[in-house]
């Protein structure tokens, strides 16, 4: 098994040369709290043995990173769309304006935008290619999705406060088994996002059979 120390370097970008902005996002799959995006244009010569898609890295790691990509990025920024914009326009169109979001916050202009996925709309003139699995091939899509996953976990872990019993400081508002059943105790809070299926389907089928 290869551990994070094995990891060769990702390129840190697609186009070198033009200021090209990775983008990704965070929390797509939750039931609770907003979606998270950034965007990140590091310089043509970044390089660091440990970024990688957030997937893959330790909690430790990513924060560890995010001091690193914050501090030697050309320009990074993070955004959101909460709960009840995405009950309202669905999370596929919330999780692309999280995207445009982010890159309006950049202090430096993208000559072009990679993205991870396989879904985008235009962001003005600026050209912009989708790629599958996109934070584990190229170094700035791996740095949003790390400043996207923390920031995240960072909202959920301080909304846990005010909604303990759900457990977000855990599972950071995706749908475990302990937070659906949290859902169908104490219902939902005004942090959940009501446009998604939030009880267990066969809770749902028990209680209707019973």
């Given at each position: 098994?290869?551990?994070?120390?094995?990891?060769?370097?990702?390129?840190?970008?697609?186009?070198?040369?033009?200021?090209?902005?990775?983008?990704d996002?965070?929390?797509?799959?939750?039931?609770?709290?907003?979606?998270?995006?950034?965007?990140?244009?590091?310089?043509?010569?970044?390089?660091?043995?440990?970024?990688?898609?957030?997937?893959?890295?330790?909690?430790?790691r990513?924060?560890?990173?995010?001091?690193?990509?914050?501090r030697?990025?050309?320009?990074?920024?993070?955004?959101?769309?909460?709960n009840?914009?995405?009950?309202?326009i669905?999370?596929?169109?919330?999780?692309i304006?999280a995207?445009?979001?982010a890159?309006?916050?950049?202090?430096?202009?993208p000559?072009?935008v990679?993205?991870?996925?396989?879904?985008?709309?235009?962001?003005g003139?600026?050209p912009?290619?989708?790629?599958?699995?996109?934070?584990?091939?190229?170094?700035?899509?791996?740095?949003?999705?790390?400043?996207?996953?923390?920031?995240?976990?960072?909202?959920?872990?301080?909304?846990?406060?005010d909604?303990?019993?759900y457990d977000?400081?855990?599972?950071?508002?995706?749908?475990?088994?302990?937070?659906?059943?949290?859902?169908?105790a104490?219902?939902?809070?005004?942090?959940?996002?009501?446009?998604f299926?939030?009880?267990?389907p066969?809770?749902e089928?028990?209680?209707k059979?019973?």
């Amino acid at each position: 098994m290869k551990s994070s120390a094995d990891h060769n370097p990702l390129p840190p970008c697609n186009k070198p040369g033009i200021n090209e902005a990775g983008c990704d996002e965070a929390g797509r799959g939750c039931l609770a709290g907003p979606v998270f995006a950034a965007a990140v244009i590091l310089p043509d010569d970044f390089s660091h043995p440990l970024l990688n898609d957030s997937k893959q890295l330790s909690e430790r790691r990513r924060y560890e990173l995010r001091e690193v990509i914050e501090r030697e990025a050309i320009a990074w920024s993070v955004a959101s769309v909460d709960n009840e914009e995405i009950d309202h326009i669905n999370i596929l169109n919330a999780s692309i304006l999280a995207m445009h979001r982010a890159l309006d916050g950049l202090s430096v202009r993208p000559g072009a935008v990679i993205v991870d996925g396989n879904r985008f709309k235009p962001y003005g003139d600026t050209p912009f290619t989708t790629f599958v699995k996109g934070d584990g091939r190229f170094a700035n899509i791996a740095a949003a999705s790390v400043l996207a996953k923390t920031y995240r976990d960072d909202f959920m872990t301080a909304a846990h406060a005010d909604y303990p019993v759900y457990d977000w400081d855990v599972n950071k508002g995706y749908p475990t088994k302990a937070h659906r059943a949290a859902i169908a105790a104490h219902g939902v809070s005004p942090l959940h996002r009501v446009s998604f299926r939030l009880l267990n389907p066969q809770l749902e089928l028990w209680e209707k059979t019973n």
